[in-house]
């Protein structure tokens, strides 16, 4: 069921229902069970290129300590950060972020270093072959 659902959220409780060859009453009462407990929000994935953001990238972002709360304030308020994660590996963030070209990713980029003093590795995307698919 839960597969299903990521695969449309909007699918209705009829066709869930016909889909695992359930009663709608049982898959009605599951699918509430099941938003309830594991469930954080419905959201539509977007093709951000239909939009005019055609770059895409993933950036690794290291930080002085003393910047640290000043910088994740900035990533978390930022419109261009789609996903922010604190990580542990040499950086303290990874970031992905969505711009509408080149230029703007690198202005961005050069204002993170002048103002937080932050190290950058960048991996621009440059196709999603797949998102949002894990299904425990």
């Known amino acids: 069921?839960?597969?299903?659902?990521?695969?449309?959220?909007?699918?209705?409780?009829?066709?869930?229902a016909r889909r695992i060859d359930e009663p709608i009453s049982t898959v009605s009462d599951r699918v509430k069970r099941i938003e309830k407990k594991y469930?954080?929000?419905?959201?539509?994935?977007?093709?951000?290129?239909e939009f005019g953001y055609n770059c895409p990238a993933v950036i690794a972002l290291g930080v002085p300590a003393g910047h640290k709360q000043n910088l994740l304030e900035f990533l978390k308020e930022d419109r261009r950060v789609n996903s922010l994660y604190h990580v542990d590996s040499g950086f303290q963030f990874l970031v992905e972020?969505?711009?509408?070209?080149?230029?703007?990713?690198?202005?961005?980029?050069?204002?993170?270093?002048?103002?937080?003093?932050?190290?950058?590795?960048?991996?621009?995307?440059?196709?999603?072959?797949?998102?949002?698919?894990?299904?425990?």
């Open 1 to 16: 069921m839960i597969k299903h659902l990521r695969e449309n959220g909007r699918i209705t409780l009829s066709d869930l």
């Open 39 to 49: 469930f954080t929000k419905y959201c539509p994935l977007l093709e951000y290129a």
């Open 97 to 136: 972020v969505i711009c509408k070209d080149k230029m703007e990713l690198n202005q961005w980029l050069d204002g993170l270093q002048t103002e937080f003093q932050s190290v950058v590795d960048i991996f621009p995307v440059l196709k999603i072959e797949e998102r949002e698919k894990f299904v425990p």
